[in-house]
């Protein structure tokens, strides 16, 4: 049940019924309503924002409707109903299903027709549950909203509008209908914008309207009564309109109003925050999405109908097939349509109109709209704002909606549930019939739909037609080529004829393969297309892609408008032509929203996040695996330790090269007696780090692994005040300055690998290790583009790469210490309590007894080979990371080509490598990656040192590009 009431609440009975006594207008109080209590306000955060929106409605909102507007109704259970005027009127609500959807509103509707008055109080209220998922939560809107459309065909709300006054109906008509509408408006009004947009970029006229308004008479004649001033600020507004009003704004604004209003100003700010970082206005956006497109489909098809929510308490993971049928029609496609329409103003609107050439006095508007912000993305930010949370919104609340192997599983579920049959049959109900049988179902409920609805449809999907024309005739300038686009798009649909035979030919296919065939033909196709443009018939970027969009807005526009040909007797369902052409969209649209979910998926921490974020404490250690946890602590420490510290060792490794720092050595006097280059600061660096890593070994010994991470912070923070140093201590504390961040690095690069390794899940480590060696590349990656690219000094970058470690060091004190370090140094027991603690979980005694097998395994000569072919495989890192990148960075493949992008470029292939590495590293033997990378690193190796020798290449032409291209698959096999 989602309903309770308290004995306490009860006691204040007397005092609600005498209210009805006391009503100032000495009418018959029919209905006294009280505020309710969510009761599941804390079980998630989509609970939260519910309970939040419902206190609003509860109190403000209902205060106000009863007295002064005297427009409140009956809104659900915590209202008492004077019985005796409730009987002879048909009983509290209408049996209606269909257009008495809301019933309950029509009880204050009755009530308010025959002269009876709604009260509220709020010194009593009522225990209600709400929905606690989005799935529940957007079926119960979207019965709210279809319910809000049946009241506007009703004859109540009709005879309401005959006999009330102005003011009473308009408080009537906002409260209730007018809201849906007002919400209707909002989407449409994103619509009208961007198509407003789009028109004024394909109408080619920008440009022109600026630089010939000084050659306008009405302007040029009034120049004394400050018109052009008018004009121009009209010009400005006109062109550069930026689209301000946020979908869901206007549903937080009266949240604030009452978290200030009850809560104070520091609980109100608090609970503001919290909603804010709970990703409260992503959730509003998408609900106003809901909203507006049940409203809309009720207005104009009609046929509500009660959706049951169950009213349970649903934490469960939805799949990615039951999130694509729930919201394809209401988010999915539309938030696709803005995309596209966001790519046809990115490619053909101007957004720099500006004439230097002329003086002020020939062409003032040209010239003063300059200054004027002209920014795409200024304009255009809402409305990305708006497409990317309903594409993505579904994933950010759904639990577990960024586990990765779960993910997997849902990409697998849709590829079978897309190529499925209609006869076919899965224990989950969702792939049940597969996406033709759910196709078929969608069609059907427009068979009721009348003509004039039909018509309406097709109407406002004319639209993407009026889009062909101007963009096929924007470049090409010539009316054929609309009929070009719309022929291809025709033999398109004949040509998908022909493919759903291949199809059916393919059944025996596993459906991933079918998939992956089916993105490549379709990639494959476009991509022919745009050869066949550039190269054969030699027409520009412009040219080529305002025919495709032309092309994809004709066949969008007749897969939308044929969708209203569904009868009871008669219906594009049956036809293969247009089955395979809703499949096709559908199936981009599906990978265009696989696509960030895998990306999302891949990043470890996320997960845990977004778990925390949607429930709370209790929740989260219940929905989270015990792996997850440790593995998300162990990728922050690692991506952003790894980042800092090879950052650090990038820099400091090849300081002697550097233009920055030999412009300090020799600006200031005394630093380094003005010798730059001969191996001091690097020789002091190696030191300090063999140095801090036997320093590191006695604090991960006594101190533990934390301690010993905090210590190479406090290294790094002395060595950054050292290097800072000004004045007279500048020469004297440089070298020490440059020892201490050497030895940070030698301290935390091995506590960091320690630590991580040993608080992840065995099956977990190679992915842990992997994320600290990306976040090292990604750092060293940083130094170059800063020391090449943007030329930032030396000493500033050691200051950000510093405040990178800051971020770690302190943090770490907050997780928990390594099992392994607290078994060694206070038993099995504290052992236990440890990995309780880091597996977020009581029952740790599987992973108890691997440890105390690891403790007790005899590796014989083993242990031997292992510790010859670590020692090896430190050599040829530290021989990489360390003279590998100074060379490519500075030395030998500058004779060559540009060392500053070389090494760019060189590291970045190595973190793609890396990247790619992540996906393969649990499926491969180890010992078979490093043989397939080792050895094409030593050979690339071998070539450069072979040619640095003997110079064989010398200065043959082509020789950089043979330099470029060795290096960067050396570095490629390196990140793997």
Known sequence: MNQQHYFEECLKMPQLLVTADLHPSKKPVSIIGMREHIFTGNASSLSKFKSWQELVFVTLSQRVLADPLYVRMHYGHPDIFDKIIAMPRGGVSKASKGINLSEDVFAGFNSTLRGGVVTHVEFMQCGKGRDVALSQISMFEGKLANGAGETSLAREAHRMGQFMDFFRLNSMYYSHTGFYFATWMTIVTTFVYMYCKVYLALAGVQQQIVYDMNSTAVITENIANNFDGRVFTDLKAVLNTQFYIQAGTFLMLPLMCVYFGEGGFVRGMTRFIDMIITLGPAFFVFQVGTTMHYFDNNIVHGGAKYQATGRGFKISRETLVLLYKAYASSHYRKAWELIGLCLVYLTFGNFYICQTDASANDN???????????????????????????????????????????????????????????????????????????????????????????????????????????????????????????????????????????????????????????????????????????????????????????????????????????????????????????????????????????????????????????YNEGFSKVMSASSQYAFSLAAFMGVLGGIGVGWLFNL??????????????????????????????????YGACVVGTIIAGFLNFFLGRRLAIVAGGLFSTLGMVAVSANDDLRSTLLMPGIGLLGASCGILLPSLAIYIFEISTKEMRGKAILLLGMGFIGGSLLGGIFATVNQLGWIWQTFAACIVIALVTPVVNVFPESPYWVLDRKGWDACEACLVILRRKPDVQEELKIMREEETADEGGAGAFKFLIGLFLMLVSSLTTGFLNAFVSYKGASEYTDQDQLFVNAMALQISGAVIAIFFIDKLDHKSILFGTLIPVAICAGVLGFNETSELLGDKEGSGLYISLVVMLMYFFMGL
């Open 652 to 685: 400091l490794s090849t300081l002697e090269q550097s233009a920055s720092f030999a412009s300090y050595v020799v600006t200031y006097d005394g630093v380094l007696s003005g010798n730059v280059g001969d191996g001091t600061t690097t020789y002091m660096l």
């Open 364 to 614: 003032t508007f040209a010239s003063d709209y300059c200054e004027t912000a002209q920014a795409y993305g200024v304009q255009t930010f809402s409305v990305w704002f708006i497409s990317i949370l309903w594409v993505v919104g579904p994933f950010l609340f759904n639990s577990d909606g960024l586990d990765f192997r779960k993910t997997k599983v849902d990409v697998q579920q849709w590829c079978m549930w897309m190529f499925a049959p209609e006869d076919y049959k899965d224990d989950d109900p969702a792939n049940k019939g597969g996406w033709v049988g759910w196709w078929k179902g969608d069609l059907e409920q427009l068979h009721n739909s009348n003509m004039i609805s039909r018509v309406t449809v097709i109407l406002r999907e004319c639209r993407h037609f009026l889009l062909m024309f101007y963009v096929a005739t924007l470049e090409t300038t010539d009316v054929m080529y609309v009929g070009y686009s719309f022929g291809a798009a025709v033999a398109t649909i004949i040509l998908l004829g022909v493919f759903h035979g291949f199809g059916l030919g393919m059944r025996s296919m596993s459906p991933v393969t079918r998939a992956v065939i089916y993105f490549a033909t379709m990639a494959g196709f476009v991509t022919a297309y745009f050869l066949a443009t550039w190269i054969v018939m030699d027409w520009t970027f412009k040219y080529s892609i305002s025919l495709f969009f032309a092309y994809v807005a004709a066949l969008y526009g007749i897969n939308e408008c044929f969708r209203m040909w569904s009868f009871p007797h008669s219906s594009i369902a049956g036809i293969a032509v247009f089955q395979q052409l809703q499949f096709l969209f559908d199936f981009i649209f599906c990978t265009g929203m696989i696509i960030p979910l895998v990306i999302l998926s891949c990043i470890p921490f996320l997960n845990v996040i977004q778990t925390r974020m949607m």
